[in-house]
C-alpha cells in the first residue's frame, strides 16, 4: 500500500466532541456541523473512535453489533450525511475497526454461551488458563458460563478475544470490514491488531505479564495479508493504520512496508511509556528526555532506512495530555504546544491530532474520584489502594495518568458545558474551558501554528518524503533531526525544557532559511540560542 505522506489525521472521540441533542452525548450531526471547523484547519481525514452498539463498559471497544449504529449518536442516515458532507468539503473519514475482541453481549458470544459449537469456536476456551494478566488488571480469563471452562479476554471480562485461527471468524470479520468500506469510508485503525495472531498452545509466560507470549506472533502478519486481499487492499487511496501494543521496529516495519501488502502504517507507544516508573503505567515521574530523544531517534532512523512508515501523534483517546505531561503549562502553554507539534510534524510520518490540541486543551484538573468513569481508571484506583496507598496518592495518580483526561468534551467556547452540549455532559467538562477553547484559540498562537504546519506538509516536499537523520544527538534538552530530500537538507530544533540552550550551528547551514518557529524573531547565525519551548526549522534549498 502506498500512502499519501501529506495527509494529515484528526481524531474525534465521537462521544466529546458535539452533541446537538442536547443528551449529553456528542453526535454525528455535531460531526456534520463542525466540518467547516475541521476545513479551516486543512487536516485531510479524520479517524472516529467506534460509534457501533456497545454496552459501553469500555467506551464502545466493547462492539455487539458490527454493522450497526448505537443511536446515541445517530442512525445510519446521519452517519451517510457526514460522510457526504466530509466529501463535499475534502475531508474523509476512518473508522476505528476492533477486530481483536467483541462484547460478551454480542449475539456470537451469547449463542456460545448457550452452548452452540459452531460460536464456541469464535472465542478462545480453554480448561486451564495460562498466567497471563489482562491489560485492565487481575487474571485475562474469565468462567465461560458453568462449562468448566474459562474464555480469553486481554481486556475488560466484557471483551472477549476472537479466534483469528477459525476461518469463519476471518470471513466475517473481513466482511464487516468491507460493510463500512462500501459506505464510502476511506480509511481504517485497527484497534490493538498486534494481538490477533494466537498461538494454537497457549503457554504461561511470567515475563512482563504474558504479553510477548500473544504479542507481534508471525501469523498476525499473514492474517494482516488475507485481510488487506479480501478487504482494502486494491484501493490505493486508502490508508490504514495498527495501533501496535508493546511493538518493535522490526514487526513495525513488516506491518507498514509497501510491498508487504499489511497496513499503511503503525501506531506504536514507547514514547509515551518515558514518565512511567520502570515501565508501570500507574506511578508518577517526571519525563526522561534522554530515554524519549533515543526512541525517536532510533524509531526515526531505522523506520526511514527500512522502509517502514510511522503513525506520529502526542495525544489520544488513551493517554492523558502530552501538555501535562512534557510542558510547564502554567508558564509556557503555547510555546509548550507549538514545539511538540512541531516536533512530530516536521518528521517522518504521518501525523495525526486529537481533538483539542490543536488549541491547547490541558486535563480537566478533576477533584474526586466520582468524576472518573473509565473502567481502567475505576479498576487502578482499587488496585492502588489495596496496594496500600492512600486516597490522596491514588487520586494524585489517576488525575495524572487516566484515560478521561482526554476523554472530556471539546471547548468550543467559554459559554455552558464549553459549548459541547446544553445538556449534562457524560463526562464533566475540564476547568480552564473559559479561557482555553476554539473561539479565543482560533486568534491566538496554537491553532495558527497548527494550521501553518498541515499547509507546509503540502507544500514542501521535503516534510512528507524526506528522510530521517538524528542530529545533536548528545544534547541534554535539544530533541533535532534532520529531513533530506533531492538535495534539499531541513534542520529541526525543539528545546524541551523552559531553560535557554545555545547550539553551534553546522557550517552548511548558516545559508539556510527558517521555515517556521514559533518565536517571531528567531535568526540564523553560527550560534543560536533556543529560548523556553522554543521550535526552529530551517531549510535548505
Ligand atoms: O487500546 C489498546 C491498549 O493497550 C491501550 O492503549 C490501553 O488502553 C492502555 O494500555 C491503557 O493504559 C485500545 C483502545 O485504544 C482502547 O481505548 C481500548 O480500551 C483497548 O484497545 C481495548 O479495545
Not at 480469563?141 to 478475544?161: I, R
Not at 506538509?457 to 533531526?481: L, T
Given at each position: 500500500?502506498?500512502?499519501?505522506?501529506?495527509?494529515?489525521?484528526?481524531q474525534?472521540y465521537?462521544?466529546s466532541?458535539?452533541?446537538?441533542?442536547?443528551?449529553?452525548?456528542?453526535?454525528?450531526?455535531?460531526?456534520?456541523?463542525?466540518?467547516?471547523?475541521?476545513?479551516?484547519?486543512?487536516?485531510?481525514?479524520?479517524?472516529?473512535n467506534?460509534?457501533?452498539?456497545?454496552?459501553?463498559?469500555?467506551?464502545?471497544?466493547?462492539?455487539?453489533?458490527?454493522?450497526?449504529?448505537?443511536?446515541?449518536?445517530?442512525?445510519?442516515?446521519?452517519?451517510?450525511?457526514?460522510?457526504?458532507?466530509?466529501?463535499?468539503?475534502?475531508?474523509?473519514?476512518?473508522?476505528?475497526?476492533?477486530?481483536?475482541?467483541?462484547?460478551?453481549?454480542?449475539?456470537?458470544?451469547?449463542?456460545?454461551?448457550?452452548?452452540?459449537?459452531?460460536?464456541?469456536?469464535?472465542?478462545?476456551?480453554?480448561?486451564?488458563?495460562?498466567?497471563?494478566?489482562?491489560?485492565?488488571?487481575?487474571?485475562?480469563?474469565?468462567?465461560?458460563?458453568?462449562?468448566?471452562?474459562?474464555?480469553?479476554?486481554?481486556?475488560?471480562?466484557?471483551?472477549?478475544?476472537?479466534?483469528?485461527?477459525?476461518?469463519?471468524?476471518?470471513?466475517?470479520?473481513?466482511?464487516?470490514?468491507?460493510?463500512?468500506?462500501?459506505?464510502?469510508?476511506?480509511?481504517?485503525?485497527?484497534?490493538?491488531?498486534?494481538?490477533?495472531?494466537?498461538?494454537?498452545?497457549?503457554?504461561?509466560?511470567?515475563?512482563?505479564?504474558?504479553?510477548?507470549?500473544?504479542?507481534?506472533?508471525?501469523?498476525?502478519?499473514?492474517?494482516?495479508?488475507?485481510?488487506?486481499?479480501?478487504?482494502?487492499?486494491?484501493?490505493?487511496?486508502?490508508?490504514?493504520?495498527?495501533?501496535?501494543?508493546?511493538?518493535?521496529?522490526?514487526?513495525?516495519?513488516?506491518?507498514?512496508?509497501?510491498?508487504?501488502?499489511?497496513?499503511?502504517?503503525?501506531?506504536?507507544?514507547?514514547?509515551?511509556?518515558?514518565?512511567?516508573?520502570?515501565?508501570?503505567?500507574?506511578?508518577?515521574?517526571?519525563?526522561?528526555?534522554?530515554?524519549?530523544?533515543?526512541?525517536?531517534?532510533?524509531?526515526?532512523?531505522?523506520?526511514?532506512?527500512?522502509?517502514?512508515?510511522?503513525?506520529?501523534f502526542w495525544n489520544n483517546h488513551d493517554q492523558p495530555r502530552a501538555l501535562n505531561r512534557?510542558?510547564?503549562?502554567?508558564?509556557?502553554?503555547?510555546?509548550?504546544?507549538?514545539?511538540?507539534?512541531?516536533?512530530?510534524?516536521?518528521?517522518?510520518?504521518?501525523?495525526?491530532?486529537y481533538m483539542g490540541e490543536?488549541?491547547?486543551m490541558l486535563d480537566p484538573?478533576?477533584?474526586?474520584?466520582?468524576?472518573?468513569?473509565d473502567?481502567?481508571?475505576?479498576?487502578?484506583?482499587?488496585?492502588?489502594?489495596?496496594?496500600?496507598?492512600?486516597?490522596?496518592?491514588?487520586?494524585?495518580?489517576?488525575?495524572?495518568k487516566s484515560r478521561d483526561n482526554t476523554r472530556i468534551p471539546m471547548?468550543?467556547?467559554?459559554?455552558?458545558?464549553?459549548?459541547?452540549?446544553?445538556?449534562?455532559?457524560?463526562l464533566?467538562?475540564g476547568?480552564?474551558?473559559?479561557?482555553?477553547?476554539?473561539?479565543?484559540?482560533?486568534?491566538?498562537?496554537?491553532?495558527?501554528?497548527?494550521?501553518?504546519?498541515?499547509?507546509?506538509?503540502?507544500?514542501?516536499?521535503?516534510?512528507?518524503?524526506?528522510?530521517?537523520?538524528?542530529?545533536?544527538?548528545?544534547?541534554?534538552?535539544?530533541?533535532?533531526?534532520?529531513?533530506?530530500?533531492?538535495?534539499?537538507?531541513?534542520?529541526?530544533?525543539?528545546?524541551?525544557?523552559?531553560?535557554?540552550?545555545?547550539?553551534?550551528?553546522?557550517?552548511?547551514?548558516?545559508?539556510?532559511?527558517?521555515?517556521?518557529?514559533?518565536?517571531?524573531?528567531?535568526?540564523?547565525?553560527?550560534?543560536?540560542?533556543?529560548?523556553?519551548?522554543?521550535?526552529?526549522?530551517?531549510?535548505?534549498?
Amino acid at each position: 500500500m502506498v500512502v499519501d505522506k501529506s495527509k494529515v489525521v484528526y481524531q474525534i472521540y465521537p462521544k466529546s466532541f458535539k452533541d446537538t441533542t442536547g443528551n449529553g452525548i456528542g453526535d454525528f450531526r455535531g460531526i456534520i456541523e463542525k466540518i467547516p471547523y475541521l476545513k479551516e484547519l486543512g487536516v485531510d481525514m479524520v479517524w472516529l473512535n467506534p460509534f457501533y452498539p456497545s454496552p459501553q463498559r469500555d467506551n464502545g471497544y466493547d462492539i455487539s453489533d458490527y454493522k450497526a449504529i448505537n443511536p446515541l449518536f445517530g442512525d445510519m442516515a446521519d452517519f451517510e450525511e457526514m460522510i457526504e458532507a466530509g466529501k463535499e468539503q475534502g475531508i474523509e473519514f476512518m473508522l476505528d475497526m476492533v477486530l481483536n475482541h467483541c462484547s460478551i453481549e454480542h449475539e456470537w458470544f451469547q449463542k456460545a454461551l448457550a452452548g452452540d459449537e459452531y460460536y464456541q469456536d469464535f472465542f478462545i476456551l480453554r480448561e486451564e488458563p495460562t498466567d497471563w494478566v489482562s491489560k485492565f488488571g487481575g487474571s485475562a480469563w474469565a468462567p465461560f458460563g458453568d462449562t468448566g471452562k474459562y474464555y480469553l479476554h486481554l481486556f475488560d471480562e466484557s471483551q472477549a478475544d476472537l479466534n483469528w485461527r477459525n476461518p469463519q471468524v476471518r470471513k466475517e470479520l473481513f466482511q464487516v470490514v468491507n460493510f463500512w468500506k462500501d459506505k464510502g469510508v476511506k480509511g481504517f485503525r485497527f484497534d490493538v491488531i498486534n494481538l490477533i495472531g494466537k498461538d494454537e498452545v497457549l503457554e504461561n509466560c511470567p515475563i512482563n505479564d504474558g504479553k510477548p507470549a500473544y504479542t507481534d506472533r508471525p501469523i498476525t502478519h499473514d492474517y494482516l495479508q488475507m485481510m488487506n486481499k479480501a478487504t482494502f487492499g486494491a484501493d490505493e487511496s486508502f490508508m490504514t493504520v495498527g495501533e501496535m501494543s508493546s511493538t518493535t521496529i522490526e514487526n513495525c516495519v513488516l506491518y507498514s512496508a509497501p510491498d508487504r501488502n499489511e497496513l499503511s502504517m503503525a501506531f506504536n507507544f514507547h514514547h509515551l511509556k518515558v514518565d512511567y516508573e520502570e515501565g508501570q503505567k500507574w506511578t508518577l515521574k517526571a519525563f526522561d528526555f534522554e530515554e524519549l530523544k533515543t526512541l525517536f531517534h532510533t524509531w526515526g532512523q531505522e523506520m526511514s532506512e527500512q522502509n517502514g512508515w510511522s503513525a506520529l501523534f502526542w495525544n489520544n483517546h488513551d493517554q492523558p495530555r502530552a501538555l501535562n505531561r512534557f510542558v510547564d503549562v502554567k508558564q509556557f502553554r503555547s510555546e509548550g504546544a507549538t514545539m511538540l507539534a512541531a516536533s512530530i510534524h516536521l518528521s517522518r510520518g504521518t501525523p495525526y491530532i486529537y481533538m483539542g490540541e490543536e488549541i491547547g486543551m490541558l486535563d480537566p484538573d478533576y477533584d474526586s474520584m466520582a468524576d472518573y468513569v473509565d473502567v481502567e481508571s475505576l479498576n487502578a484506583y482499587r488496585i492502588l489502594l489495596a496496594e496500600g496507598k492512600s486516597e490522596e496518592e491514588a487520586l494524585a495518580i489517576i488525575k495524572a495518568k487516566s484515560r478521561d483526561n482526554t476523554r472530556i468534551p471539546m471547548q468550543w467556547d467559554a459559554s455552558l458545558n464549553a459549548g459541547f452540549s446544553t445538556g449534562t455532559p457524560w463526562l464533566k467538562v475540564g476547568k480552564s474551558y473559559q479561557t482555553i477553547n476554539v473561539e479565543a484559540e482560533q486568534k491566538g498562537l496554537i491553532f495558527n501554528f497548527y494550521k501553518e504546519l498541515i499547509a507546509l506538509r503540502k507544500k514542501e516536499k521535503i516534510i512528507a518524503e524526506g528522510n530521517y537523520v538524528p542530529a545533536f544527538v548528545d544534547s541534554q534538552q535539544i530533541y533535532a533531526f534532520e529531513r533530506q530530500y533531492q538535495g534539499q537538507k531541513l534542520l529541526v530544533l525543539n528545546n524541551f525544557y523552559a531553560d535557554a540552550v545555545s547550539l553551534t550551528l553546522p557550517e552548511e547551514y548558516r545559508e539556510a532559511q527558517v521555515l517556521i518557529g514559533n518565536y517571531a524573531d528567531s535568526k540564523i547565525d553560527e550560534s543560536i540560542c533556543l529560548r523556553a519551548y522554543e521550535t526552529l526549522a530551517i531549510i535548505l534549498r
